[in-house]
């Protein structure tokens, strides 16, 4: 986790730089920037571990999966922004 708020994840997001650019107030845009590093962090393992138990699921194979799977991609490139 980037905990100085400086600079983008390990996934390359840029939201941590994005947010160290807005002026300092009371400590906010570095707690923001560490959540924002935090939830990307974290994205791209949940979506692996999504695709894995959708495909030991029920709904392998049908297009429920395939939404889901969309939806999870779609998360993680809004993350990246």
Not at 35 to 50: F, I, K, T
Not at 57 to 81: I, K, P, W, Y
């Amino acid at each position: 986790m980037d905990v100085d708020g400086g600079g983008a994840s390990a996934s390359g997001g840029s939201c941590g730089a994005a947010a160290a650019r807005l002026p300092a107030r009371d400590g906010r845009t570095a707690n923001i920037s560490r959540v924002v590093a935090d939830c990307e962090e974290r994205n791209q393992p949940v979506r692996v571990s999504l695709r894995a138990a959708l495909d030991r699921s029920a709904l392998n194979g049908t297009r429920r999966e395939d939404q889901l799977n969309v939806d999870a991609e779609r998360l993680e490139r809004s993350m990246n922004r």
